[in-house]
T-cell receptor, first 114, second 115 residues
Framework: GNSVTQMEGPVTLSEEAFLTINCTYTATGYPSLFWYVQYPGEGLQLLLK?????DKGSNKGFEATYRKETTSFHLEKGSVQVSDSAVYFC?????????????FGAGTRLAVHP | KAGVTQTPRYLIKTRGQQVTLSCSPISGHRSVSWYQQTPGQGLQFLFEYFSETQRNKGNFPGRFSGRQFSNSRSEMNVSTLELGDSALYLC??????????????FGQGTRLTVV
């Protein structure tokens, strides 16, 4: 089946630390990959995306590279801020025979302390 | 450009009742999807509507239903509510769900509590 596995949280970092949140996927086809972020009391916001192998998505200092050979899409940021504290979701989407839905990982909570 | 609007933001219902949630997508978007978010199960796909037709359905009981109107606004209905239906219900709209890099834009959700 199709699934997304994320590293369990919470991840607790000091401000300006380096962030990595691991994400691997299993898919029967060729998915597009996404990272979404959810702030407390809010819906999901698209952080970045990649639609084919070796694509790098980037936004607000966050980056993730679509690695087909390792079926991974790890999220990284060089220097986190307190305002980055949120829950991060990795997701995949397949387009095949009318199949179109986002499949999410369990989410990783990030807490950044001053 | 207005974002995805979900109403109401909060609901409290009693077991056995039914509830209707509303979602107004971004203007021009024809695809609307619904997701249920719970601490135990995470984010799960409920269904997707495109041009008033249900195109995909997740693995939920028949008590969960939805529809989409000609102006792309969508409603979902849950009948005979159970305690386990307590969740954040999120709606997402897309311009064209058949395009590979289409982005899904989410609303703030409706928090449903069943007591």
């Amino acid at each position: 089946g199709n699934s997304v596995t994320q590293m369990e949280g919470p991840v607790t970092l000091s401000e300006e630390a380096f962030l990595t949140i691991n994400c691997t996927y299993t898919a029967t086809g060729y998915p597009s990959l996404f990272w979404y972020v959810q702030y407390p009391g809010e819906g999901l916001q698209l952080l970045l995306k990649a639609t084919k192998a070796d694509d790098k998505g980037s936004n607000k200092g966050f980056e993730a590279t679509y690695r087909k050979e390792t079926t991974s899409f790890h999220l990284e940021k060089g220097s986190v801020q307190v305002s980055d504290s949120a829950v991060y979701f990795c997701a995949l989407r397949l387009l095949s025979g009318g199949y179109n839905k986002l499949i999410f990982g369990a989410g990783t909570r990030l807490a950044v302390h001053p | 450009k207005a974002g995805v609007t979900q109403t109401p933001r909060y609901l409290i219902k009693t077991r056995g009742q039914q509830v209707t949630l509303s979602c107004s997508p971004i203007s021009g978007h024809r695809s609307v999807s619904w997701y249920q978010q719970t601490p135990g199960q995470g984010l799960q796909f409920l269904f997707e509507y495109f041009s008033e037709t249900q195109r995909n359905k997740g693995n939920f009981p028949g008590r969960f239903s939805g529809r989409q109107f000609s102006n792309s606004r969508s409603e979902m209905n849950v009948s005979t509510l159970e305690l386990g239906d307590s969740a954040l219900y999120l709606c997402a709209s897309s311009l064209d769900s058949g395009v590979r890099d289409t982005e899904a834009f989410f609303g703030q959700g409706t928090r449903l509590t069943v007591v």
